[in-house]
T-cell receptor, first 114, second 115 residues
Framework: SQKIEQNSEALNIQEGKTATLTCNYT??????LQWYRQDPGRGPVFLLL?????KEKRKERLKVTFDTTLKQSLFHITASQPADSATYLC?????????????FGQGTTLQVKP | NAGVTQTPKFQVLKTGQSMTLQCAQD?????MYWYRQDPGMGLRLIYY???????DKGEVPNGYNVSRLNKREFSLRLESAAPSQTSVYFC??????????????FGPGTRLTVT
């Protein structure tokens, strides 16, 4: 079965630094991968989608890479701010064709200290 | 637009009781999903509805039923609640499952405790 892993340990960084979060997956090749942000007590919010034929995607201070050979995605937040503190979820498109189903990782909590 | 709404926000049930979690979206989305989120487990798909009139099982469907009442509404029913169903439940929707519009929009969640 498909397996997706994110670093379960919290990531603590200093304000202004670049945060890098990792998402690794096994057993199949997703057509696309998404990243979501989740704040405590709230539902996840979509951030970025990257397709299997794209190496990199950017949106403002966010950058996502997708290496289908390594089966890994990296999520970068540059010039991080305390407001970026949240849990970030990686999600892969399910293998069952066009159902829109996603398989989520367990998330990595980012804490940005001022 | 309200986006995706869920009711209730909080619920406490006794073992064996039943209840229905309600979800509605006003974005004219085609596909809807129910997830549960437990500490350290991430979001797990319970059921989904790719389009109005269809429903399918996800990863953890046992103990649940769903109804896609119309394009807007997708409800989740617990027929006989068990403590293992204590969780936070999220509903989500997407515009289409085709090439575009695959980002999921989530509701605020329902926090369910079964004693």
């Amino acid at each position: 079965s498909q397996k997706i892993e994110q670093n379960s340990e919290a990531l603590n960084i200093q304000e202004g630094k670049t945060a890098t979060l990792t998402c690794n997956y096994t057993n199949y090749s997703p057509a696309y991968l998404q990243w979501y942000r989740q704040d405590p007590g709230r539902g996840p919010v979509f951030l970025l989608l990257i397709r299997e034929n794209e190496k990199e995607k950017r949106k403002e201070r966010l950058k996502v890479t997708f290496d289908t050979t390594l089966k890994q995605s990296l999520f970068h937040i540059t010039a991080s701010q305390p407001a970026d503190s949240a849990t970030y979820l990686c999600a892969l498109a399910g293998p069952e064709g066009n159902t829109g189903k996603l398989i989520f990782g367990q998330g990595t909590t980012l804490q940005v200290k001022p | 637009n309200a986006g995706v709404t869920q009711t209730p926000k909080f619920q406490v049930l006794k073992t064996g009781q039943s209840m229905t979690l309600q979800c509605a979206q006003d974005m004219n989305h085609n596909s809807m999903y129910w997830y549960r989120q437990d500490p350290g487990m991430g979001l797990r798909l319970i059921y989904y509805s790719a389009s109005e009139g269809t429903t399918d099982k996800g990863e953890v469907p046992n103990g649940y039923n769903v109804s896609r009442l119309n394009k807007r509404e997708f409800s989740l029913r617990l027929e006989s609640a068990a403590p293992s169903q204590t969780s936070v439940y999220f509903c989500a929707s997407i515009l289409t499952s085709l090439d575009r519009g695959r980002e999921q929009y989530f509701g605020p969640g329902t926090r369910l405790t079964v004693t």
